[in-house]
């Protein structure tokens, strides 16, 4: 019932920019947190960026002051706007949330497909 549909990734050079959304589908009664994480080939999965309902925000210290959140409620849809791109930013990146459809007492952690994001030129 619950989705989450990455989109906006691909193949870019270095320097260069993409930006990513995450779309949440279903019935949604609320969303806490919601993030971005990556993993590359051979790399354990990290935390790229996360927000809070408040909008509060965290960001690893790799992609800080390059790589902003941000977050759509009305939407039910998060963004990671990625600037100044390099090649060791290639990797899949995956949405995560924890969520409480409608009905539902509780939240439940969620994750999206992955969209691949290759830095080369």
């Known amino acids: 019932q619950v989705q989450l549909v990455e989109s906006g990734g691909g193949l870019v050079q270095p320097g260069g920019s993409l930006r990513l959304s995450c779309a949440v589908s279903g019935s949604i009664f609320n969303i806490n947190v919601m993030g971005w994480y990556r993993q590359a080939p051979g790399k354990q999965r990290e935390l790229v960026a996360g927000?809070?309902?408040?909008?509060?925000?965290n960001y690893a210290d790799s992609v800080k002051g390059r790589f902003t959140i941000s977050r759509d409620n009305a939407k039910n849809t998060v963004y990671l706007q990625m600037n100044s791109l390099k090649p060791e930013d290639t990797a899949v990146y995956y949405c995560?949330?924890?969520?409480?459809?409608?009905?539902?007492?509780?939240?439940?952690?969620?994750w999206g497909q992955g969209t691949q994001v290759t830095v080369s030129s």
């Open positions: 927000i809070i309902s408040g909008g509060s925000t």
């Open positions: 995560n949330a924890d969520i409480r459809a409608v009905g539902h007492y509780y939240s439940t952690n969620y």
